[in-house]
């Protein structure tokens, strides 16, 4: 077969591809339930209630996997977010099982060695085969097949960004062949390495006439009736057609399109926290305070009584934070200062040398040992183990109008520590800068939360995060 014939294969039969990749998963989990009963077991015959229950998870496997978009065109989409997604959908297969065993009391019935193995094989293979065919494209795209031919509409700042991403990411085999420009901008003959082909109204014709897969409309939102009679001209040809809205300047939150009772909405501020992702959060919270709390228990009683010995006054301390979503919440920490009060509703950070703290409370804030009884909110469902780490309300009232974007920090709950404080940004803010770092870590926190992100996190915070210097 000729290399230009080849170039087009995988977009000619894109659809049957999809499908096959469907079957190898179905395959691959059938396979690796058989393999798991020879290894663990050593017989490579199956008794009919684990083909049955074989059957079940593949059956499980077809509903699952589609929900969560595992077949989604990943052209472009980062690698990580898809074996998240692979996980995700895979462990969710295997929770069902369990439970469905659990329901019709025949969870004796099988053997656990053999399910942790069979698990573990399907969810390798499921990753593996994912990594392999992303090598195989890029390999194949490397020398001009499956490519994407495509054009830009706009050649202004916006047209540019666009075609500076792409250009960086060969990966993607989007090919560029160049833009159309506005008619009523300035005239242009070349946007970087790429032409100007015409204005606008040379696109319709051009599509007609040249291999084009694809048309991307860098327009400003305001250029409505532009992109409306340009979709209108466009409307004989069978190009595929995106719209790159002018968003570079947003500071957006989780950004996305999705469909409400058929309205295509562009969500540009979302929490993360929603759906399985807020069930998934809640579990991690919930055990691992549990957890936590059981383990350092002794070590508790110890700290309530060096509190109560070190001042008079209750061996916690409580204060009204903004949770999520900015509702108030109290939140629980050992007591590290001698009792005062502060007029006029203000919060005096602690300072370096601070008199209001007791020696025993500044080996306690040194430590973070006084952050201790928040494992308590964590399981009251009022904070999460990681997070934007709480304000008090009169700096929230302050900050919110000297940070641009600051309470966006409240679109996930509060956290016991964050991706700000390991890297540096923790105990007192004395400069607008300061709290200007911590609030810019928090959000690329709140963009980018993943379960991984979030053991990742802690296990920093184990490390390193406990001690600093800028903790008084």
Not at 57 to 69: I, Q, S, W
Not at 368 to 374: G, M, N, R, V
Request: charged letters at 20%.
């Amino acid at each position: 077969m000729a290399t230009g014939s080849l170039r087009g294969v995988l977009k000619e039969y894109s659809s049957t591809l999809s499908v096959l990749l469907h079957v190898c998963d179905w395959v691959w989990i059938a396979l690796t339930g058989w393999l798991a009963h020879w290894i663990y077991l050593g017989r490579p015959s199956l008794p009919g209630f684990y083909e049955a229950a074989i059957l079940v998870g593949v059956l499980l496997a077809a509903l699952v996997f589609p929900r969560f978009h595992v077949y989604r065109a990943w052209r472009g989409a980062s690698l990580i977010e898809e074996l998240r997604l692979i996980t995700l959908s895979w462990a969710t297969v295997v929770a069902a099982l369990v439970f469905i065993a659990f329901v019709i009391k025949m969870g004796e019935t099988y053997s656990r060695g053999w399910a942790l193995i069979w698990a573990a094989l399907a969810w390798f293979g499921l990753i593996a085969s994912r990594i392999l065919l992303r090598r195989l494209l890029k390999w194949m795209r490397a020398r001009g097949f499956n490519q994407r031919r495509i054009v830009i509409v706009g050649a202004d700042e916006l047209g540019r960004e666009v075609a500076a991403r792409i250009s960086a990411a060969p990966w993607t085999g989007l090919q560029i062949a160049g833009f159309f420009s506005d008619p009523d901008g300035p005239p242009e003959t070349g946007v970087g390495p790429y032409p100007v082909i015409g204005s606008i109204g040379d696109l319709p014709a051009y599509v007609e006439r040249e291999p084009v897969d694809q048309v991307w409309l860098a327009l400003p939102l305001k250029e409505e009736e532009k992109v409306r009679d340009l979709l209108y001209a466009l409307r004989h040809a069978t190009v595929d057609i995106r719209f790159v809205p002018d968003l570079f300047g947003l500071r957006l939150i989780n950004h996305s399109v999705t469909d409400v009772a058929g309205l295509p909405v562009m969500n540009l501020s979302m929490s993360p926290m929603e759906g399985f992702n807020r069930l998934i959060k809640g579990l991690e919270d919930r055990i691992l305070a549990l957890l936590i709390l059981v383990l350092v228990s002794p070590l508790l009683v110890v700290i309530a009584v060096g509190v109560k010995l070190s001042s008079p006054g209750p061996v916690l301390f409580t204060q009204t934070r903004h949770g999520w979503d900015g509702r108030e919440i109290r939140i629980y920490k050992f007591r590290t200062m001698v009792e005062h009060r502060e007029e006029d509703g203000r919060v005096t950070q602690a300072r370096r040398d601070d008199a209001r703290v007791t020696p025993f409370g500044a080996f306690l804030r040194r430590t973070s040992l006084d952050e201790l009884p928040q494992f308590v909110n964590v399981l009251q469902g009022r904070i999460s183990i990681v997070g934007p780490r709480p304000h008090a309300l009169a700096h929230n009232e302050f900050y919110k109008e000297q940070v641009d974007h600051y309470m966006k920090r409240h679109k996930v709950k509060p956290g016991i520590t964050g991706w700000a404080q390991i890297n540096g940004y923790r105990g007192e803010t004395d400069t607008l800068e300061k709290m200007q770092k911590r609030v810019e870590h928090d959000l690329y926190y709140i963009e980018n939360w993943s379960i991984w992100f979030d053991l990742k996190i802690i296990l920093l915070t184990v490390f390193k995060g406990f001690m600093g210097r800028d903790v008084y």
